[in-house]
């Protein structure tokens, strides 16, 4: 809709309409409709150029921040893994039962509440949110925009249910308030977060914390880890920043036993 112009007072102190100078009313109007009038933070052709990109990193970072902080999210567990894994397959119910548990659980004197985190699409990480949402505590979604249309699954809290363009500042989300990082199967994705991880555990560019992998004979036979380590391309410490689980009490388990072991 176009503005509607100011009126404005004559020599004579009379107001008048600029309507009294038709010319000048549409040059004034032409200006009012032009591009360049369009305040900045409201034109949204110009916050996609190109040039444009370091400011919409902040954006996409600091709206997510603004919200966490909000709803005082400090301490989180993440939950990684497979977007085609069925409701009816076996990692389903161990990541839904891991969110629930989670969810339940109260801080203790070696661990902080924690609030389950995931991706915020299906599979896994509507799992994980699906527990926590049946155990009555809030849950975070963290979606991406991808060229393939995904929603969010219907578990996260409303609140906290996000949505990102960058893939650095999603990533940096995920890890900036966790506690915890736990894998379940998965494929490039997955993988990408859990390499991810290893390597800023392994340089220190984070602050140590238990990474679990659920359903070791999958890990073992999608990553050979003891062969990296035989070619001398890993450490034995290097192995021993994950370990591996098969349930979800015995994550849990994990992760609480990491914590007290690091008093």
Request: charged share 20%; net charge negative.
């Amino acid at each position: 809709m176009a503005a509607s112009l100011p009126e404005m007072p004559d020599s004579n102190g009379f107001t008048r309409h600029r309507n009294d100078d038709l010319e000048a009313a549409r040059r004034v109007q032409k200006l009012i409709d032009s591009p360049s009038y369009v305040q900045a933070d409201q034109d949204a052709e110009f916050l996609q150029r190109p040039e444009m990109c370091g400011l919409r990193l902040q954006l996409d970072y600091w709206k997510a921040e603004a919200l966490l902080k909000a709803h005082a999210v400090d301490h989180t567990i993440v939950v990684y893994g497979s977007t085609r894994i069925a409701s009816n397959s076996r990692y389903y119910a161990i990541a839904r039962a891991l969110g629930e548990i989670v969810g339940r659980a109260p801080a203790t004197a070696t661990l902080p509440k924690l609030t389950v985190v995931t991706g915020g699409g299906p599979g896994i990480m509507e799992a994980a949110n699906r527990g926590a949402f049946e155990s009555g505590h809030a849950s975070v979604g963290l979606n991406i925009t991808l060229p393939h249309v995904q929603y969010p699954n219907p578990y996260i809290t409303p609140e906290l249910c996000l949505r990102f363009h960058y893939f650095a500042i999603r990533k940096l989300h995920l890890l900036e308030r966790a506690m915890a990082a736990v894998f379940f199967p998965g494929g490039f994705g997955t993988c990408d977060e859990l390499f991810e991880v290893l390597t800023l555990l392994q340089t220190g560019k984070i602050r140590p914390l238990p990474v679990v992998l659920v359903g070791e004979a999958f890990w073992r036979k999608a990553v050979n880890f003891d062969f990296l380590w035989q070619e001398g391309l890993v450490s034995a410490a290097d192995l021993a920043l994950f370990s591996f689980a098969e349930s979800a009490a015995q994550t849990w388990e994990t992760v609480n036993r990491w914590y007290e072991s690091a008093r």
